[in-house]
């Protein structure tokens, strides 16, 4: 049976939810800023009839911030066993809503994986996230990674691969690539730190096959092999089979990233690339949002322009400025002093997080708490390194700050289902 309302609200993190709300808060602001038009003040904006407030991106925020707080109302009400009972069903029934995107969306920017129901379109993709750190959780409950089953390996890696694999086959790179951050999680219950080298040399090698010359990365890498060997013949002996395997590998992936890079990138993903390693080398086309996102966050100073006065943010600039760039509208407008509160209230998120993770009793709420962690992690990182040159523009909104009901909606279930799992361990312990 449900805990009392009176005892259950003591149980909830509200640390956590403190966080939540000043961030939401925050974002909301922002959005207003990056939406913000002079020439529409507040008096004819409330004048407007509904039609014509939700033509205002600040407007639909709110909307779908009072609909999240129904969301919460829900989430933190539901049994917590329902979570991981239900949890393959509620996996299964997102593979198929993604399988149905696939069919039925039509193209929007290049990618088919927005569903629209009448006024409302949502993105699956995001929706996936929590339900596969659900599924993913609950097949950890039942096995010990640290043992180091390769079917039980193989089942897992099955289960978190499938949703980026049909988000992949809808055009949306960007949501696909956030499910790398599962690795996190199941390093933390075991998983071999050999995986998360292995994939981190592999990105490592891929990215120095596009700056160096191929036979200068492969002479490079024998003669480190060679040198091994001269002095360590105990290797020779033993991983000479191994080693050369190693070698062969590096040396397709090598001569092979011409191939990916060619064949299976698509020109505008081989445009963002080349922008990255060279920022010069498109400033008018692919590599234009970058540019203004960094002159925009650059010319706040220490203290920033101050609210509506940036001046890249008004006159548009920077396009997707309410959602994938929002953060150089907290940089224009609020600073270094800006940035690096919002850079606080998301460590400071992240480490409230792991720690309600941390004290779980179960497996399945430990996993899904770091999970929930991993994918905050990546979010923020990726988007912070879009906005300032550092990582490649691949559509990934700041998580409770960009525009966007789907990110708003996918973000606050992935986390206020971990605050109803942790606020029922604290039912549990004083029954």
């Not at 956590?16 to 800023?33: E, P």
């Not at 024998?222 to 002095?231: D, G, K, M, Q, Y």
């Not at 020109?267 to 008018?284: C, F, G, T």
Request: glycine content about 8%.
């Amino acid at each position: 049976m449900p805990a009392s309302p009176a005892r259950y609200s003591r149980s909830v993190d509200w640390i956590t939810v403190g966080l939540y709300a000043l961030m939401v808060s925050l974002g909301l602001l922002n959005v207003y800023a990056a939406s913000y038009t002079p020439e529409v003040p507040f008096s004819r904006v409330f004048a407007a009839d509904w039609s014509g407030l939700m033509a205002f991106n600040w407007f639909k925020q709110l909307v779908w911030i009072g609909a999240a707080v129904v969301l919460i109302g829900v989430l933190l009400v539901i049994e917590y066993k329902a979570y991981d009972t239900f949890a393959y069903v509620l996996y299964g029934g997102m593979i198929a809503l993604l399988l149905v995107t696939l069919v039925v969306a039509r193209p929007i920017a290049g990618s088919r994986s927005w569903l629209e129901l009448g006024p409302v379109r949502l993105q699956p993709a995001e929706f996936a996230k929590f339900t596969t750190a659900l599924a993913a959780s609950r097949f950890m409950a039942g096995i010990n990674l640290r043992q180091q089953n390769f079917q039980q390996q193989l089942v897992l890696a099955g289960l978190t691969l499938l949703p980026p694999l049909l988000i992949l086959a809808s055009n949306e790179t960007g949501q696909a690539l956030v499910f790398g951050a599962f690795l996190l999680a199941y390093f933390r219950e075991g998983m071999s730190p050999l995986i998360l080298l292995i994939l981190a040399a592999a990105g490592i090698v891929l990215i120095l096959s596009l700056l160096v010359p191929k036979i200068w990365l492969v002479g490079a890498f024998t003669l480190i092999l060679v040198l091994v060997f001269v002095f360590n013949t105990r290797v020779l002996r033993h991983h000479l089979p191994l080693s050369l395997s190693v070698w062969a590998v590096v040396l397709g992936m090598v001569f092979g990233v011409d191939f990916f890079y060619t064949s299976v990138l698509q020109p505008h993903q081989r445009k963002r690339i080349e922008v990255l390693l060279n920022p010069s080398a498109d400033p008018l086309g692919v590599g234009w949002n970058v540019t203004q996102s960094k002159i925009a966050i650059g010319s706040g100073g220490l203290t920033g322009k101050g609210f509506l006065e940036g001046t890249q943010t008004r006159f548009d600039f920077v396009p997707e400025q309410s959602t994938d760039f929002i953060f150089c509208t907290v940089g224009e407008e609020w600073g270094w002093l800006g940035t690096m509160t919002l850079i606080i209230l998301f460590m400071a998120l992240l480490w409230r997080v792991i720690f309600v993770a941390e004290r779980q009793k179960s497996v399945f709420g430990r996993t899904y708490g770091y999970c929930v962690a991993s994918i905050i992690f990546f979010h923020f990182v990726v988007n912070v390194g879009m906005t300032i040159g550092l990582a490649p523009v691949v559509g990934i909104p700041l998580p409770f700050f960009s525009y966007g009901g789907s990110s708003l909606w996918s973000f606050t279930i992935l986390l206020f289902i971990l605050l109803g799992i942790d606020a029922y361990r604290k039912q549990d312990l004083v029954r």
